[in-house]
């Protein structure tokens, strides 16, 4: 019976680990989304823009605090993230892929510490 529950015990912490991984991947990819349509068409930024990369940045935040063993992967996790990030931004902006740069311009404390620009006759 102890070694049953071993077996569950490790069964249960491989899934909360694929789930918080997962979980700080599409976040990555919705961050980075966003980060490169404020680079390629700042001319577009908008409220619901500057609000999805705030909103991201705290709950980044907040896993990589929470599990911080998250936090020593973040970077190659945000490499397999940009990859997904790169898809959506080409459809999102109408740019071919190939505009965007191969890999990720940020690092995930980079990413982590940007500060969207004020938007002007918002507010």
């Known amino acids: 019976m102890n070694r049953l529950d071993r077996e569950?015990?490790?069964e249960f912490l491989s899934e909360m680990t694929i789930r918080d991984r997962r979980e700080l991947r599409s976040?990555?990819?919705?961050?980075?989304?966003?980060?490169?349509?404020?680079?390629?068409?700042p001319e577009r930024l908008s409220a619901s823009w500057v609000s999805t990369i705030l909103v991201q940045q705290n709950e980044i935040r907040s896993l990589i605090?929470?599990?911080?063993?998250l936090g020593r992967?973040?970077?190659?996790i945000a490499g397999q993230a940009?990859?997904?990030?790169?898809?959506l931004a080409a459809r999102e902006t109408g740019l071919p892929a190939s505009r965007f740069p191969p890999e990720t311009p940020?690092?995930?404390k980079e990413a982590l510490a940007f500060d969207p620009p004020e938007l002007v006759g918002e507010g």
Not at 65 to 69: A, G, N, V, Y
């Open 27 to 41: 976040r990555l990819t919705v961050l980075l989304l966003h980060l490169l349509k404020v680079r390629f068409q």
């Open 82 to 87: 940009y990859r997904d990030a790169i898809r």
């Open 8 to 10: 569950s015990l490790i």
């Open 106 to 108: 940020w690092t995930v």
């Open 65 to 69: 605090e929470d599990i911080p063993s």
């Open 73 to 76: 992967r973040a970077d190659a």
